[in-house]
């Protein structure tokens, strides 16, 4: 039954995602996507609490009420996130054969723009995969089940939306473990939408979406594919110890709580 309020869940979702793009159509270019995204993250949030209250789960359950570690969590996240973006496109630069330059009279609204759109393109995917979703499987199976369905189903949103199988498996289906692993270990979303958000608006900060940011990635004509496998490892490496660090720091502090509670008992 549980599966089933999922894959419901997601569905509808996507009509959201589907009814906000319709919706603002017809605004200026460059504020439409960011208007569509802000609708759709403040409905999926209305969807969160209905599909909650259906499971007779709160909404502290599926990680959505702020906490006091909130706003630490968000902006170590963000630092993280930011510091892998950068980290890739400097890795890639290393090895030669890519340029980059900063963009000529690039203007704040420029910059604050993306920032508040791959903000909200992150808010709106961990609502819908690392909130209600996510957890949800995590209470009826188990936290592994839940984070292989959810990532699978991340994975497919990017082919959807254009994206080789190839970079969804290994850049979406990465990103989806690292994000859903830091929704699971923090039991809220502070953390994975930092990381989330931070490495979008880093990847198009440093040019690495297919279009410039605030500098421009220029690939020596004749290494694209060199190139492209460079980044790709370079992407593959930083998840990784990503993915690690979350996985050893709570492991730590797991055992670190476990010795407070064992002290305590003692002391009684």
């Not at 089933?4 to 159509?25: E, G, I, Q």
């Not at 839940?146 to 939306?161: D, K």
Request: proline share 1%.
């Amino acid at each position: 039954m549980t599966l089933v309020r999922v894959l419901f869940f997601y569905m509808c979702s996507l009509l959201v995602l589907m009814f906000t793009s319709r919706l603002t159509k017809n605004i200026t270019s460059e504020l439409a996507d960011l208007s569509s995204l802000v609708f759709a993250s403040v409905l999926t949030f209305l969807l969160v609490y209905l599909f909650t209250r259906w499971q007779k789960l709160r909404l502290n359950d599926v990680g959505v009420v702020p906490g006091k570690l909130t706003i630490q969590r968000f902006v170590v996240g963000y630092v993280i996130g930011l510091s892998m973006a950068v980290i890739q496109a400097l890795t890639v630069f290393g090895f030669g054969h890519l340029q980059l330059t900063i963009v000529p009279n690039i203007t704040t609204q420029q910059i604050i723009l993306p920032f508040f759109l791959y903000f909200f393109v992150a808010c709106r995917e961990e609502l819908v995969f690392r909130s209600y979703s996510l957890r949800s499987l995590d209470y009826s199976f188990s936290s592994a089940v839940g984070l292989l369905f959810i990532t699978t189903i991340f994975i497919v949103e990017h082919v959807m939306a254009g994206m080789t199988w190839k970079m969804a498996v290994i850049g979406s289906g990465l990103g989806g473990i690292l994000f859903g692993l830091s929704a699971l270990k923090t039991r809220g979303l502070a953390l994975p939408l930092g990381l989330h958000s931070a490495w979008n608006f880093g990847q198009w900060m440093t040019g690495f979406k297919n279009k410039s940011g605030v500098w421009n990635a220029v690939v020596e004509k004749g290494y694209e594919t060199e190139t492209e496998n460079i980044s790709l490892a370079a992407f593959v490496s930083v998840m990784l110890l990503a993915i690690i660090g979350i996985v050893l720091f709570y492991k730590r502090k797991s055992i670190q709580e476990n010795k407070v509670a064992a002290n305590m008992v003692f002391m009684k």
